[in-house]
């Protein structure tokens, strides 16, 4: 980290200070406000590191209210930033304020340069450690969402956008090939919703039979029809005060569309055979496979009430156009599955990564962790190999063919040993063998993983 990096805003109304402090920080890259508005219009753009604040500032020169308004709106926009409060006239009380406020250290004016910039350096510095544990713990989760793992930035902007949907109760459609997550999805957005600790109920229309799925939803009264031996509470019902997942909605046959229209624009419903109309409280989530769109052009899905289910989309990407993601989900399968199946896998070969990544996925994350399932069960080793996942790709040849890196480790690691063998695992004569010093023949050891 050297000075010439960190930005710092000099917040300062005085000229004579502001050149002078400009002066004895010219190390840095330095910008300068002379009022709060200024002050806050920099923060914003030029995004520095510290903040160098004069407290007594008009309309307020005697007093502090003015720099520690500035003080708090700089904080507001970037919480991370390093703020100086340099206090004259206001005295030792107001810089107390404005550590209270979150400043992060204050000296008295006149300002002793020597000792700003020792407060400077300090402040840089913890700004750095703090930004490193950040991206840090960033780095180890990977885990947008409880339960969700990515890392790609295509499911990140996915992910941000469903939590930031996630508070207002707009009806949410989540679209995207089979199985890529789309249930995972809505269960997130569920429980990152102020409904979180009401019912999610799903019900997925694909699979119950048309006759069916009206009193699945709606519920009915005993006797309503043949067989309608009790009172049941539909699934609409059963959500109140929570989410309601309806799960393949393009499935839904058109009669029943109209019925579920009716719901989402009155919200209110009769059971089947009942004489009641309930009010019902609920969110609507809904996800499908199919393009609604088209059903909608061939007459197979009502426009009004995609319309309604639509209000805000989410497309969720094929897991072969997120950048990393298969290698993250492949690793996570493997610590889980190899815990639940008592194996001692460890690792993937490196073949195996590069299936993995190259891997065309078409049943996307459900695919993955079957062949995961798959592999772990049928291994016996330590290793992951590309034949375990049984991926049938298109570029054998691509996969199989080895990187320049892998020939070269391989030359080295043979010749090692051969000279190592040669001369009864003496390093010295060993070193002198392959021309190179003891100390590089030791690095060489350490890296390639071989034991004298
Ligand atoms: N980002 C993810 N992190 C962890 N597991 C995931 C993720 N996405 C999907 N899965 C897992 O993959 C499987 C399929 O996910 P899900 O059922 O949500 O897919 P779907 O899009 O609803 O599929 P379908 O269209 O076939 O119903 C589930 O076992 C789920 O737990
Ligand atoms: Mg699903």
Redo the contacts with the bound molecule.
Sequence with gaps: MTAGSQKILIVEDDPGVQSQMKWALSDFEIAIADDRNSAIAQARRFDPNVVILDLGMPPDEAGATEGLAVLEAILAISPRTKIIVASGHSGREAAVKSVQLGAYDFCAKPVDIEILKMIIDRACHVQALEADALTATRDKTSEPFE????ASPQ?LKVCRGVERVASADVSVLFT?E???????LAKALHRASPRANNPFVAINCAAIPENLLESELFGHEKGAFTGAVKQTIGKIEQATTGTLFL??IGDMPLPLQAKLLRFLQERKIERIGGRKTIEVDVRIVS?T?MDLEAAIQNGGFREDLFYRLNEIAFE?PPLRERDGDALL?AKFNLEKLSGLYNKKIKEFSTLAKRGIELYDWPGN??EL?NKMKRAVVLSDGKTITAEDLELELDDSEDVNFPTLRQVREKAEFDVVNRALAVTDNNVSQAAKLLGVSRPTLYELLKTLGVKV
């Design positions: 339960g969700v793992l990515a499911m995207g089979s199985g890529t997550g789309k249930e995972v799960d393949e996800a496979n969720i989900l994350v459900r962790e």
